[in-house]
Every structure is written in C-alpha cells, then in structure tokens.
C-alpha cells in the first residue's frame, strides 16, 4: 500500500526557516515525480515545488517561493525534502506531499498530475 508521510511542519517567525520531509512507501519502483503542494484558509490548493524523480532530477518551483525554497531527495530516492528559508506569513497553510507513480508531466506543479497524498503538515509563520 502506498503511503506518504509529511514531518517538519510547525510554527516560526517571519524570516525563519523550517525543513520538511516526505517519506514514500509502497512503491515497487520509486514515483517518477514528488512534489510539495500547500492550501492556506480558504485557498486553493498550490503546487509550491516538483522533482523529477530520476536521470536530470530536475526541479520546479512556483513563482512565489523560487530562491527560497529548495525541494531535493535522498539517494535512494524514497524521501523527499522542502526547504524553506526567510519564510512570510503568506507561507502559512499545510503543506502536502504529492506522489506521481508512473510517467511524465508537462504540469508538475498541477495537483491533478499526482495520485497519491500524504496527510499534511501544518506551517504557520507569525509576523
């Protein structure tokens, strides 16, 4: 059974950071795509960052956190990571850890290119 499980979410002042991690089990093969994805109070949910998974482990990153955050994966390619540095308020909202199992995406950063979901880590950074 697959399974995603979020750790590191918690609260920090404006201009702190904060690590997630993401650990993948289930997987015959590891997921070909990982992404962070966040939904704050009544906000749709949005893809912060996405990783290739394999060969180029190429990155992507919405517009709103590039340069600040770094999404990377341990070498055996079942644990995902988000860091998150000189975090703002507007950062505020729990983050969830997507999955991709098979095949490649032209939208990394759509939630509906994902199948599988942790359960969400709660991020709250005070002013």
């Known amino acids: 059974q697959v399974q995603l499980v979020e750790s590191g979410g918690g609260s920090v002042q404006a201009g702190g950071s904060l690590r997630l991690s993401c650990a993948a089990s289930?997987?015959?093969?590891?997921?070909?795509?990982m992404g962070w994805f966040r939904q704050a109070p009544g906000k749709e949910r949005e893809g912060v960052a996405a990783l290739y998974t394999r060969g180029s482990g190429a990155t992507y990153y919405a517009d709103s956190v590039k340069d600040l955050f770094t999404i990377s994966q341990n070498s055996a390619r079942n644990t995902v990571y988000l860091e998150m540095t000189s975090l703002k308020p507007e950062d505020t909202a729990i983050y969830y850890c997507?999955?991709?199992?098979?095949?490649?995406?032209?939208?990394?950063?759509?939630?509906?290119?994902?199948?599988?979901w942790g359960q969400g880590t709660q991020v709250t950074v005070s002013s």
């Open positions: 289930g997987y015959t093969y590891s997921p070909t795509y």
């Open positions: 997507a999955a991709r199992a098979w095949g490649t995406t032209a939208r990394p950063l759509q939630a509906n290119e994902y199948g599988a």
